[in-house]
Structure formats: structure tokens, C-alpha cells
């Protein structure tokens, strides 16, 4: 297998065909916007493109990559394009019908109800409900203690139940 630089960018463009849609999705869910989430993934496809030359090594670039985005998020706040606030395009379509998140409705209380956690809690709802991560890969990602993991799922659930964001979510419940 040839391991020059047209290779590996042909490698690369595959992984990014593929990992792509799953990154923006989880991005979404983290920023509370397709376009702040698309710009988060395409600095992390970035951070991951740099180092794409160790790629064999890692057990999964999948798994990388959406540490990259997550690492990316957590950091936002000291960026000062983060305090962009792009306008909605007239006639904008929602996003297709095969998002996880279901229908538009069920979407728009999704973001709503992340939007107003704090961002620790918000990734680690999105990372253990979205991704279907265990409190130890989610705690790994975070760069944190299981135990902080769970504290912060119970709080943050918590803090849905009490706004009544999780009405209609009754059968999901913290694993």
C-alpha cells in the first residue's frame, strides 16, 4: 500500500466522506447550531487531517475525531469568532428526515431543552445518550473521573426534568 501524501489525502477524503454526517450531528447537539457545529467540525477535521500520519495507530479515527470535536467545543469560549451569530438564510430547509434526533418538532425541543444546560453537562448528555457512549468513555473523552460523568448526567437530567424539557422522554432514563 502506498503511504506517500496522495494516499494518505485519498485516505483522509474517505474517512471524512464517512465520519462527517455523525461528527455534525454530534456537534449540533453540543452547539445548538448547524452552522457554529459545522464550523466546529471542519476545525477539528483540520486538527485531525495534521495528524492523520498516526492514524494506523489509533484504535479508531472515528472515536478520535469526535474527541477533537468534543476537546474543540469545551474551548470555544476563548475564541472570539465563537461570538459569531450567523442569520438564518431565507427559505433554509431543516435538515433531512434521516437525522437520529427525529422530526423537526422533536429536533427543535431537543436543541432547545441542551441549549440550556451548561456546556459540561451538555456534552456529557449528548456523549452518553447520542454517541451511546459507557460513563468510562465518555469520562476518558472528557478528560474527567467517572464519577464527575454520573454527577453531571443526574444533575443535568435533573435540570431538564425540573424545566419540564423531558416531557414526552419519559422511558429514557439515565443507564
Not at 469520562?139 to 467517572?146: D, F, R, V, W
Request: hydrophobic share 35%; with cysteine.
Amino acid at each position: 500500500m502506498e503511504t506517500g501524501p496522495p494516499a494518505r489525502d485519498a485516505d483522509f477524503t474517505e474517512f471524512t466522506a464517512s465520519a462527517y454526517p455523525s461528527l455534525l450531528r454530534t456537534a449540533r447537539l453540543l452547539t445548538g447550531d448547524r452552522h457554529t457545529a459545522e464550523d466546529l467540525v471542519q476545525a477539528a477535521l483540520v486538527r485531525v487531517y495534521l495528524h492523520w500520519g498516526r492514524s494506523a495507530a489509533w484504535e479508531s479515527p472515528q472515536a478520535y475525531a469526535r474527541k477533537v470535536v468534543v476537546n474543540l467545543y469545551a474551548t470555544w469560549r476563548r475564541r472570539s469568532w465563537h461570538r459569531e451569530v450567523p442569520h438564518a438564510l431565507q427559505g433554509e430547509r431543516p435538515d433531512g428526515a434521516d437525522d437520529a434526533t427525529g422530526g423537526t418538532d422533536t429536533r427543535i425541543e431537543l436543541r432547545r431543552a441542551l441549549t440550556s444546560l451548561p456546556r459540561a453537562q451538555r456534552a456529557v448528555l449528548v456523549l452518553r445518550f447520542y454517541e451511546d457512549l459507557s460513563v468510562e468513555q465518555t469520562a476518558e473523552l472528557l478528560g474527567c473521573s467517572p464519577g464527575t460523568v454520573k454527577s453531571r448526567t443526574n444533575r443535568a437530567l435533573e435540570r431538564l426534568r425540573a424545566t419540564g424539557a423531558l416531557t414526552g422522554y419519559a422511558g429514557r432514563g439515565a443507564r
